[in-house]
């Protein structure tokens, strides 16, 4: 089941209500991201399985201060 109706397709981009795109025939997978709770019992084992904290992980992320072009 899941957490939403609406779908996005992992393909081709298009939105829609099934769980395969009408237009690519392509998979959808849902549109909203997981509920946050602070006692996340799984919080562990993912970050482990992003290799969060290693330094490839840390520069893919998105930083608010604009670079300057060199």
């Known amino acids: ?19 395969e795109c ?10 909203a991201p997981l509920k946050f709770s602070p006692q996340d019992a799984q ?9 969060a904290g290693s330094d490839e992980w840390i520069e893919e992320l998105p930083t608010p201060r604009k670079e300057e072009d060199e």
């Open 22 to 31: 009408k237009d690519c025939g392509g998979k959808m997978t849902s549109v």
């Open 43 to 51: 919080g562990a084992r993912r970050r482990q399985r992003e290799n």
């Open 1 to 19: 089941m899941a957490r939403t109706r609406l779908q996005r397709c992992t393909d081709c981009g298009e939105y829609g209500l099934g769980e």
